[in-house]
């Protein structure tokens, strides 16, 4: 996969406090292996990278609203979001309460994010781009291949991933700028992820290679 700045961006998934900060909601489940992976660091290499060399730089976020609380049936981690108010804003069309949240960009990303340059897509539901207009975006822009990285590795950068191959996208997925829950009972969801990523992606790389690979 060549990676070129002409038709390669990068896409980072929920970079958000809940499931990156230690004060969010998620940090009990990927305390662990954000810190083995050194993902916070790694994906602020990412993003250093990226704009230090022009590519584009997309954002997936994930938001839930109050109307989010009707939904009648889900898996285990999606009744989870729902019942600890992951991701939560109060409303879809108002940032107030947004600053510091667990919706919030992690502090260290903002000047990243919140450039003027950065496309930061509408929110996705549950885990893929289906629900948001990533693709539409990437399109646009004549982005043919994608760099991916964010969180959760086993939820929304796999189902990312998929979606995005089958959409016709050249994807690199970067390990170590991921991470994943693990739970005594449903398993280490980084291990089934990077499996799943060598089976799939066009190409598996760390935050190192990435960067070179950017320059």
Not at 57 to 81: C, N
Not at 112 to 117: H, L, N, P
């Amino acid at each position: 996969m060549e990676i070129r700045k002409s038709d390669t961006a990068l896409v980072v998934i929920d970079p958000q406090n809940d499931v990156l900060s230690e004060k969010g909601v998620s940090w009990g489940l990927v305390g662990d292996s954000i810190k083995e992976n050194n993902t916070v660091e790694n994906i602020a290499g990412l993003f250093q990278a990226a704009k230090d060399q022009g590519f584009g730089v997309f954002i997936s976020p994930h938001y839930l609203y109050p109307a989010d609380q009707a939904w009648r049936f889900g898996g285990p981690v999606e009744k989870m979001m729902l019942e600890g108010k992951e991701f939560w804003r109060p409303d879809p069309l108002s940032l107030n309460g947004f600053t510091g949240s667990g919706a919030d960009w992690l502090e260290r990303y903002k000047p990243f994010i919140e450039d003027g340059k950065t496309v930061v897509v509408s929110p996705h539901k549950m885990w893929g781009p289906h629900t948001n207009d990533l693709v539409l975006q990437l399109r646009k822009r004549n982005i043919s291949k994608v760099v991916l990285a964010g969180m959760l590795a086993n939820l929304c950068v796999e189902s990312h991933l998929r979606e995005l191959l089958e959409q016709g996208f050249e994807v690199a997925v970067v390990k170590d700028a991921t991470a994943a829950p693990r739970h005594p009972q449903l398993g280490d969801g980084y291990k089934a992820a990077v499996v799943n990523y060598g089976f799939l992606a066009n190409a598996v790389l760390t935050t190192a290679e990435a960067a070179k690979a950017m320059s």
